[in-house]
Protein backbone atom coordinates (compact mmCIF):
# COMPACT_ATOMS: atom_id res chain seq x y z
CA UNK A 1 0.00 0.00 0.00
CA UNK A 2 1.46 3.38 -0.94
CA UNK A 3 1.40 5.86 1.77
CA UNK A 4 3.02 8.43 0.25
CA UNK A 5 2.23 12.08 0.52
CA UNK A 6 -0.22 12.44 -2.67
CA UNK A 7 0.59 15.03 -4.40
CA UNK A 8 -1.02 16.74 -6.96
CA UNK A 9 -2.14 16.13 -10.75
CA UNK A 10 -0.81 17.88 -13.86
CA UNK A 11 -3.70 16.37 -15.97
CA UNK A 12 -6.77 18.45 -13.97
CA UNK A 13 -9.59 17.56 -16.56
CA UNK A 14 -10.88 21.08 -15.67
CA UNK A 15 -7.82 22.58 -17.07
CA UNK A 16 -7.59 19.87 -20.12
CA UNK A 17 -11.24 20.82 -21.26
CA UNK A 18 -10.25 24.78 -20.82
CA UNK A 19 -7.27 24.15 -23.04
CA UNK A 20 -9.54 22.84 -25.59
CA UNK A 21 -11.57 25.84 -25.50
CA UNK A 22 -9.17 27.86 -25.86
CA UNK A 23 -7.76 26.23 -29.10
CA UNK A 24 -11.45 26.50 -30.35
CA UNK A 25 -11.51 30.01 -29.68
CA UNK A 26 -8.55 30.29 -31.92
CA UNK A 27 -9.20 28.47 -34.60
CA UNK A 28 -12.59 30.56 -34.58
CA UNK A 29 -10.89 33.85 -34.60
CA UNK A 30 -8.31 32.53 -37.58
CA UNK A 31 -11.80 31.46 -39.24
CA UNK A 32 -13.21 35.13 -39.40
CA UNK A 33 -13.00 36.52 -42.43
CA UNK A 34 -14.37 40.22 -42.06
CA UNK A 35 -16.22 42.50 -39.96
CA UNK A 36 -18.99 44.77 -40.95
CA UNK A 37 -22.89 45.95 -40.49
CA UNK A 38 -26.08 45.63 -42.29
CA UNK A 39 -29.73 46.24 -41.71
CA UNK A 40 -31.12 42.65 -41.38
CA UNK A 41 -34.54 44.20 -42.20
CA UNK A 42 -33.86 45.07 -45.28
CA UNK A 43 -31.35 42.48 -46.84
CA UNK A 44 -33.38 40.51 -49.36
CA UNK A 45 -31.35 37.24 -47.74
CA UNK A 46 -33.33 34.80 -45.81
CA UNK A 47 -31.61 34.31 -42.79
CA UNK A 48 -31.36 31.06 -41.53
CA UNK A 49 -30.93 29.82 -37.99
CA UNK A 50 -30.64 26.54 -36.48
CA UNK A 51 -28.06 24.86 -38.58
CA UNK A 52 -25.25 25.32 -35.80
CA UNK A 53 -27.60 25.45 -32.46
CA UNK A 54 -31.05 23.82 -32.60
CA UNK A 55 -31.65 26.29 -29.61
CA UNK A 56 -35.90 26.92 -30.13
CA UNK A 57 -37.15 30.28 -30.24
CA UNK A 58 -39.06 31.48 -27.20
CA UNK A 59 -41.68 34.29 -27.14
CA UNK A 60 -40.42 35.44 -23.79
CA UNK A 61 -37.06 35.89 -24.80
CA UNK A 62 -38.25 37.79 -27.42
CA UNK A 63 -40.24 40.07 -25.06
CA UNK A 64 -37.13 40.22 -22.71
CA UNK A 65 -35.00 41.44 -25.70
CA UNK A 66 -37.68 44.18 -26.67
CA UNK A 67 -37.78 45.41 -23.30
CA UNK A 68 -33.48 45.48 -23.00
CA UNK A 69 -33.70 47.81 -26.52
CA UNK A 70 -36.22 49.44 -25.08
CA UNK A 71 -34.51 50.31 -21.64
CA UNK A 72 -31.10 50.48 -22.70
CA UNK A 73 -30.79 50.78 -26.47
CA UNK A 74 -30.32 48.70 -29.11
CA UNK A 75 -26.74 48.82 -28.55
CA UNK A 76 -26.26 47.38 -32.49
CA UNK A 77 -22.50 48.51 -32.36
CA UNK A 78 -21.02 46.37 -29.62
CA UNK A 79 -18.50 43.41 -30.46
CA UNK A 80 -19.50 41.84 -28.37
CA UNK A 81 -23.19 41.84 -29.90
CA UNK A 82 -22.35 41.76 -33.41
CA UNK A 83 -24.06 38.36 -35.15
CA UNK A 84 -22.12 35.59 -36.70
CA UNK A 85 -22.64 34.86 -40.14
CA UNK A 86 -21.34 31.71 -41.66
CA UNK A 87 -20.33 32.23 -45.38
CA UNK A 88 -18.39 31.45 -48.49
CA UNK A 89 -16.15 34.33 -49.15
CA UNK A 90 -17.03 34.30 -52.83
CA UNK A 91 -20.29 35.63 -51.95
CA UNK A 92 -18.91 38.64 -50.20
CA UNK A 93 -19.23 41.40 -53.17
CA UNK A 94 -16.80 44.19 -50.97
CA UNK A 95 -14.86 41.74 -49.22
CA UNK A 96 -11.15 43.73 -48.86
CA UNK A 97 -13.56 46.84 -47.26
CA UNK A 98 -14.57 44.93 -44.25
CA UNK A 99 -11.11 44.11 -42.81
CA UNK A 100 -10.99 47.17 -40.52
CA UNK A 101 -10.87 47.69 -36.58
CA UNK A 102 -13.16 47.87 -34.43
CA UNK A 103 -12.56 50.86 -33.04
CA UNK A 104 -15.34 52.95 -34.11
CA UNK A 105 -19.24 51.00 -35.11
CA UNK A 106 -19.51 53.87 -37.44
CA UNK A 107 -16.60 53.42 -39.21
CA UNK A 108 -17.63 49.76 -40.09
CA UNK A 109 -18.49 49.06 -43.87
CA UNK A 110 -21.88 47.75 -45.16
CA UNK A 111 -21.88 44.42 -45.90
CA UNK A 112 -22.64 43.41 -49.81
CA UNK A 113 -23.43 40.09 -51.10
CA UNK A 114 -23.09 38.98 -54.48
CA UNK A 115 -26.89 36.80 -54.11
CA UNK A 116 -29.68 36.86 -52.31
CA UNK A 117 -29.00 33.72 -51.02
CA UNK A 118 -30.32 32.07 -47.69
CA UNK A 119 -27.68 33.26 -45.03
CA UNK A 120 -26.55 30.73 -42.40
CA UNK A 121 -26.72 32.26 -38.99
CA UNK A 122 -24.74 31.13 -36.03
CA UNK A 123 -26.15 33.91 -33.16
CA UNK A 124 -29.13 36.25 -32.83
CA UNK A 125 -32.26 34.64 -33.48
CA UNK A 126 -34.00 36.41 -30.65
CA UNK A 127 -32.56 39.68 -31.72
CA UNK A 128 -33.64 39.20 -34.89
CA UNK A 129 -37.29 38.00 -34.09
CA UNK A 130 -37.17 41.17 -31.26
CA UNK A 131 -36.07 43.56 -33.85
CA UNK A 132 -39.22 42.07 -36.62
CA UNK A 133 -41.76 42.44 -33.69
CA UNK A 134 -40.41 45.62 -33.19
CA UNK A 135 -40.85 46.90 -36.66
CA UNK A 136 -43.99 45.47 -37.22
CA UNK A 137 -45.13 47.28 -34.45
CA UNK A 138 -43.40 50.50 -35.71
CA UNK A 139 -45.77 50.40 -39.10
CA UNK A 140 -49.34 49.83 -37.17
CA UNK A 141 -48.27 53.05 -35.59
CA UNK A 142 -47.28 54.52 -38.20
CA UNK A 143 -50.44 53.44 -40.03
CA UNK A 144 -52.89 54.85 -37.69
CA UNK A 145 -50.95 58.06 -36.78
CA UNK A 146 -50.86 58.85 -40.95
CA UNK A 147 -54.72 57.78 -40.32
CA UNK A 148 -55.18 60.47 -37.72
CA UNK A 149 -53.39 62.89 -39.30
CA UNK A 150 -55.25 63.06 -42.52
CA UNK A 151 -58.74 63.09 -40.65
CA UNK A 152 -57.41 66.38 -38.55
CA UNK A 153 -56.07 67.91 -41.98
CA UNK A 154 -59.18 67.29 -44.03
CA UNK A 155 -60.85 69.14 -40.70
CA UNK A 156 -63.05 72.39 -42.45
CA UNK A 157 -62.72 74.34 -39.09
CA UNK A 158 -60.10 72.81 -37.03
CA UNK A 159 -60.16 73.29 -33.44
CA UNK A 160 -56.61 74.64 -31.37
CA UNK A 161 -57.01 71.24 -29.74
CA UNK A 162 -56.81 69.82 -33.40
CA UNK A 163 -53.91 71.73 -34.61
CA UNK A 164 -51.89 71.00 -31.33
CA UNK A 165 -52.83 67.30 -31.70
CA UNK A 166 -51.80 66.87 -35.17
CA UNK A 167 -48.69 68.77 -34.53
CA UNK A 168 -47.96 65.87 -31.76
CA UNK A 169 -48.77 64.18 -34.26
CA UNK A 170 -46.92 64.94 -37.12
CA UNK A 171 -43.37 64.78 -34.41
CA UNK A 172 -44.35 61.24 -33.10
CA UNK A 173 -44.41 60.29 -36.81
CA UNK A 174 -40.94 61.70 -37.48
CA UNK A 175 -40.00 59.50 -34.50
CA UNK A 176 -41.76 56.30 -36.44
CA UNK A 177 -39.83 56.80 -39.16
CA UNK A 178 -36.77 57.72 -37.71
CA UNK A 179 -37.18 53.67 -36.38
CA UNK A 180 -37.88 52.01 -39.03
CA UNK A 181 -35.24 53.45 -41.18
CA UNK A 182 -32.30 52.68 -38.81
CA UNK A 183 -34.45 49.56 -36.85
CA UNK A 184 -32.66 46.71 -38.43
CA UNK A 185 -29.02 47.95 -38.53
CA UNK A 186 -26.64 45.47 -36.48
CA UNK A 187 -22.65 44.64 -36.53
CA UNK A 188 -21.91 41.19 -38.07
CA UNK A 189 -18.87 39.21 -37.92
CA UNK A 190 -18.07 36.83 -41.41
CA UNK A 191 -16.89 33.58 -41.04
CA UNK A 192 -15.30 31.26 -44.17
CA UNK A 193 -18.23 28.36 -44.34
CA UNK A 194 -15.02 26.00 -45.25
CA UNK A 195 -13.52 26.27 -42.27
CA UNK A 196 -16.65 26.40 -39.54
CA UNK A 197 -17.88 22.87 -39.66
CA UNK A 198 -21.32 21.91 -38.35
CA UNK A 199 -20.43 19.52 -35.32
CA UNK A 200 -17.40 21.61 -33.91
CA UNK A 201 -16.53 24.63 -34.92
CA UNK A 202 -20.00 25.52 -35.77
CA UNK A 203 -21.32 24.51 -32.60
CA UNK A 204 -18.47 26.35 -30.14
CA UNK A 205 -19.34 29.58 -32.74
CA UNK A 206 -23.37 29.48 -31.89
CA UNK A 207 -22.24 28.64 -27.92
CA UNK A 208 -19.92 31.17 -27.44
CA UNK A 209 -22.15 34.41 -28.45
CA UNK A 210 -22.64 37.05 -26.30
CA UNK A 211 -26.45 36.74 -25.82
CA UNK A 212 -28.15 40.72 -25.99
CA UNK A 213 -29.41 40.31 -22.62
CA UNK A 214 -28.61 42.84 -19.92
CA UNK A 215 -29.78 42.13 -16.15
CA UNK A 216 -32.94 43.19 -16.13
CA UNK A 217 -34.29 45.28 -13.33
CA UNK A 218 -37.48 44.80 -11.60
CA UNK A 219 -39.37 46.87 -14.02
CA UNK A 220 -37.96 45.58 -17.42
CA UNK A 221 -39.23 41.76 -16.14
CA UNK A 222 -43.18 43.89 -15.52
CA UNK A 223 -42.83 44.84 -18.09
CA UNK A 224 -41.43 41.60 -20.08
CA UNK A 225 -44.10 39.69 -18.13
CA UNK A 226 -46.99 41.93 -19.78
CA UNK A 227 -46.18 42.01 -22.97
CA UNK A 228 -46.66 37.96 -22.27
CA UNK A 229 -49.73 38.34 -21.33
CA UNK A 230 -50.94 40.23 -23.64
CA UNK A 231 -49.81 37.60 -26.18
CA UNK A 232 -51.83 34.57 -24.89
CA UNK A 233 -54.78 37.62 -24.18
CA UNK A 234 -54.13 38.18 -28.33
CA UNK A 235 -53.61 34.02 -29.14
CA UNK A 236 -55.96 31.22 -30.21
CA UNK A 237 -57.15 30.84 -26.16
CA UNK A 238 -58.78 33.93 -25.32
CA UNK A 239 -59.57 34.88 -22.25
CA UNK A 240 -59.11 32.01 -20.98
CA UNK A 241 -55.99 30.96 -21.50
CA UNK A 242 -55.14 34.55 -20.05
CA UNK A 243 -57.03 33.90 -17.21
CA UNK A 244 -54.85 30.65 -16.44
CA UNK A 245 -51.59 32.32 -17.09
CA UNK A 246 -52.13 34.57 -14.72
CA UNK A 247 -53.10 32.50 -12.62
CA UNK A 248 -50.07 30.16 -12.88
CA UNK A 249 -47.92 33.29 -12.35
CA UNK A 250 -49.70 34.53 -9.48
CA UNK A 251 -48.99 31.01 -8.00
CA UNK A 252 -45.30 31.05 -9.13
CA UNK A 253 -44.66 35.07 -7.49
CA UNK A 254 -46.51 34.64 -4.01
CA UNK A 255 -46.47 30.66 -3.37
CA UNK A 256 -45.67 29.55 -0.56
CA UNK A 257 -44.80 32.88 1.07
CA UNK A 258 -49.27 33.21 1.01
CA UNK A 259 -50.68 30.65 2.78
CA UNK A 260 -53.78 31.95 0.87
CA UNK A 261 -52.31 31.09 -2.65
CA UNK A 262 -51.39 27.37 -3.34
CA UNK A 263 -50.97 24.37 -1.08
CA UNK A 264 -48.12 24.07 0.62
CA UNK A 265 -46.06 20.35 -0.76
CA UNK A 266 -45.34 17.62 1.68
Not at 27 to 39: D, E, H, V
Not at 102 to 127: C, I, P, T, Y
Not at 221 to 233: A, G
Amino acid sequence: MDTRPVMPTTTVPSDKLARQTQQMDKAIRTAQIGAGKLNILKIANKLKFGTYNERPQKSTEVNKMITSFEMNGRQWFKEENALAIVIKSNRIRNLEDLQGEWDDADDLNEVKFVDEDVLLMASGQHRVAALRKMGEGYIGEKTALEKRSTRLAQSANPSEDDVEEHDAIRARLAVVLGELETLGTWSVKLYNQDVIDKEKLGGHLSQNQTLHVYGETQEEKLISKLRDLKEILDGEGGMDAFVEALQVETERVYWPWDPTIGTAAS
